[in-house]
């Protein structure tokens, strides 16, 4: 996957929606309808550390329980 320069410096925040589905989504647009926002504004390596240290299992919610 090629980054961009300019993703490099931007900051970002991590959003959730109702299946505990976890994004990376840059900080300066507003969260999309159906996703809250649960990590503040940083870098885009701590923003990916947080990710993966909170969301550990990947299915969606609805087939974590089956």
């Known amino acids: 996957m090629v980054v961009m320069a300019e993703e490099l410096e931007t900051r970002f925040v ?6 505990q589905q976890h994004a990376l989504w840059p900080a300066f647009k507003p969260v999309p309808a159906g996703w809250q926002q649960v990590k503040s504004a940083d870098s885009r390596e701590n923003c990916l550390d947080y990710v993966n240290r909170s969301w550990t ?7 974590q329980t089956l």
């Open 14 to 19: 991590v959003v959730c929606n109702h299946e």
């Open 57 to 63: 299992d990947i299915r969606p919610l609805s087939l």
